[in-house]
């Protein structure tokens, strides 16, 4: 198992109900070093913040480009870094691990989406991420993200539960029904038991952090919302400017 891996997989383990793991989600290298010297222990990228941050809309950033700017903010930093890359960019299991480790990430946040406003049968995604844990082994943490509440899929806590079972079976290390609202949490901590990692998107008016581990988050992270957050003070930043002149 890498240093990295090893560090950010114990992060996640033994944790106290209300000190949920809290990841920052930096964008490019500079803010990774602001995130570090902040005191955060790890940190993940969003890929919609990188999106973003280089020019592209959510789901568009090239693989190479992705792949580029993860190996930036890895270097910039000493903590371990996951790394949202979406669906995998199409890449073989061999392909793709390789190329992760390149970047020397710790892990990776991988979406169950199809890229085509629905979701890719629960079946093939297990028999991915089981792929790409067999590549992996302990090299990397997988966080499975299951996207049936973006989706609007029916009962969504029992079909987040199902799928966030067999991704765990399949070797994900934690299971993020991104979207999912706290009041949910509950009822996703017992179906996925209490020992599976549970990530939680932190977004908008939200209980406290202490509160959303209490109720069943094991990690905090938030999307591209830290950068837009950024770019609220920058737009707020240019407006004093054009005041200035």
């Given at each position: 198992?890498?240093a ?5 997989r ?6 106290a109900a ?6 920052p ?27 973003r941050?280089l ?7 090239p ?26 960019y199409?890449?073989?299991?061999k ?27 629960a079946?093939e ?6 792929a790409?844990?067999a ?7 997988v966080?499975a ?9 029916p009962?969504?806590?029992q ?7 067999r ?21 996703l901590r ?33 999307g ?22």
């Open positions: 198992m890498s990295p891996a090893r560090a950010l114990a992060l996640h383990t033994g944790r209300g000190d949920p793991l809290v990841l989600g930096p964008w490019d290298a500079a803010s990774a070093r602001v995130f570090e010297e902040a005191g955060f222990p790890a940190l993940a990228t969003p890929s919609a913040g990188i999106a941050s020019g592209y809309e959510d789901g568009s950033t693989a190479e480009e992705m792949f580029a700017q993860v190996a930036r903010i890895v270097r910039a930093v000493s903590v371990p870094v996951s790394a949202d890359l979406e669906g995998g199409g890449l073989a299991p392909e793709f691990v390789a190329r992760v480790l390149e970047t020397g990430a710790a892990g990776v946040n991988l979406e169950d989406s199809d890229g085509r406003g629905g979701l890719k049968d079946g995604q297990a028999d991915w991420l089981a790409v844990r590549e992996a082994g302990d090299a990397l943490f966080n993200r299951v996207d049936v509440y973006l989706r609007g899929v009962e969504p806590v079909a987040a539960v199902e799928r966030s079972l991704y765990a079976a399949a070797g994900a290390d934690c299971v993020y029904p991104i979207a999912a609202p706290a009041t949910d949490l509950p009822a017992a179906g996925v038991g209490g020992t599976l990692p549970l990530n939680f998107l932190a977004r908008g008016e939200n209980p406290s952090f202490a509160e959303l581990g209490r109720l069943g988050a094991t990690r905090i992270t938030f591209p919302g830290l950068l837009l957050r950024t770019l609220d003070h920058v737009g707020a930043l240019a407006e004093e400017l054009r005041g200035g002149t």
